[in-house]
C-alpha cells in the first residue's frame, strides 16, 4: 500500500501561482495529478514517470508543469497564469503494478480556488 499527502491549495487571484505537493510513502514509477470541479467528472492534469517523462492535458499546457524529487518520493504541480476555471479539488494519484494485477492510491484531495 501507498500514502499520499498533497498540500499547496489555497485561494489565488487570476493570473496567480501555486505549487501543490504530494509526498508519497514510497517511491512510485508512475504519479498523477487529477482535479474535480464541482459538479464535473474527475479529469487527469498531468502525469510523470520516475525518469521524468511527463504528460499535460491540452487545458494545462503551457502553464503547468509536473515535477518530481525522487529521493524525496515527491511530486509537484507548479501552475502558473491560474484561470477560475482551474478551481478544483486537486488529487494526486499513484499507479504501480507487480506485473499481474494494477493499484491505485489515491491523495486526500487539495482544494484550489482561483478568483477572477
Partial sequence: Q???VESGGGLVQAGGSLRLSCAASR???FMSWYRQAPEKQRELVATITSGG???YA???KGRFTISRDNAKNTV???MNTLKPEDTAVYYC???WGDGTRTFYAW???TLVTVSS
Fill in 107 to 109: 491523495g486526500q484531495g
Fill in 76 to 78: 509537484y504541480l507548479q
Fill in 2 to 4: 501507498v500514502q499520499l
Fill in 53 to 55: 517523462s511527463t504528460n
Fill in 27 to 29: 517511491r512510485i514509477n
Fill in 58 to 60: 491540452d487545458s494545462v
Fill in 93 to 95: 494519484n499513484a499507479n
